[in-house]
T-cell receptor
Framework: DGGITQSPKYLFRKEGQNVTLSCEQN?????MYWYRQDPGQGLRLIYY???????QKGDIAEGYSVSREKKESFPLTVTSAQKNPTAFYLC???????????????FGEGSRLTVL | GDSVTQMEGPVTLSEEAFLTINCTYT??????LFWYVQYPGEGLQLLLK?????DKGSNKGFEATYRKETTSFHLEKGSVQVSDSAVYFC??????????FGSGTKLNVKP
């Protein structure tokens, strides 16, 4: 089945450590996104990529980094510079600009990061 | 810039009650509009969408109509069930394929 796979589902990190969250899609989508969700809150955009080898900062990019070396993969690194990284992280994809703006986002199941 | 505003929650209803969750938007151009649903500990699932003015999206008894004149996309269901308890997000796909989400509305349905 086509979809988006995020791993790990749960991750614990000590302060000062970098961690990388994986996101893989087999939907052949051009665009991929990372969102952060805090308890009782909406979604805030961290980074997005419309095409391979290109990505843009979202609203809360500080303390995060991404890469887009392959169409199907968009890993997110939470660095030690992120002061409050405990949150639920959601990866998503869409057809991208080639599909106009009528396409929807498809989401993974999320990764919950806890800083100890 | 583009934005979405939806009603604050939580919304608590008895089973079989009528549901309305209000959503209004601000956008340049002609966005597509969406409702997503999130169950505890999961990602978001698309509930319904509308891509142009006066379109009605519908799924699983939920409906929403794209109203350009009032810049609204209110979610409705005639008879809610306990299984509808979840968080509902209104969203738009604006210029440059950038998505904007409302803050979410938690729905609690009591038996």
């Amino acid at each position: 089945d086509g979809g988006i796979t995020q791993s790990p589902k749960y991750l614990f990190r000590k302060e000062g450590q970098n961690v990388t969250l994986s996101c893989e899609q087999n939907l052949n989508h051009d665009a991929m996104y990372w969102y952060r969700q805090d308890p009782g809150q909406g979604l805030r955009l961290i980074y997005y990529s419309q095409i391979v080898n290109d990505f843009q900062k979202g609203d809360i990019a500080e303390g995060y980094s991404v890469s887009r070396e392959k169409k199907e993969s968009f890993p997110l690194t939470v660095t030690s510079a992120q002061k409050n990284p405990t949150a639920f992280y959601l990866c998503a994809s869409s057809r991208g600009l080639a599909g106009g703006n009528t396409g929807e986002l498809f989401f993974g199941e999320g990764s919950r990061l806890t800083v100890l | 810039g583009d934005s979405v505003t939806q009603m604050e929650g939580p919304v608590t209803l008895s089973e079989e009650a009528f549901l309305t969750i209000n959503c209004t938007y601000t956008a340049t151009g002609y966005p597509s509009l969406f409702w997503y649903v999130q169950y505890p500990g999961e990602g978001l699932q698309l509930l319904l969408k509308a891509t142009k003015a006066d379109d009605k999206g519908s799924n699983k008894g939920f409906e929403a109509t794209y109203r350009k004149e009032t810049t609204s996309f209110h979610l409705e269901k005639g008879s809610v069930q306990v299984s509808d308890s979840a968080v509902y997000f209104c969203a738009l796909n604006g210029n440059f394929n950038k998505f904007y989400f409302g803050s979410g509305t938690k729905l609690n349905v009591k038996p």
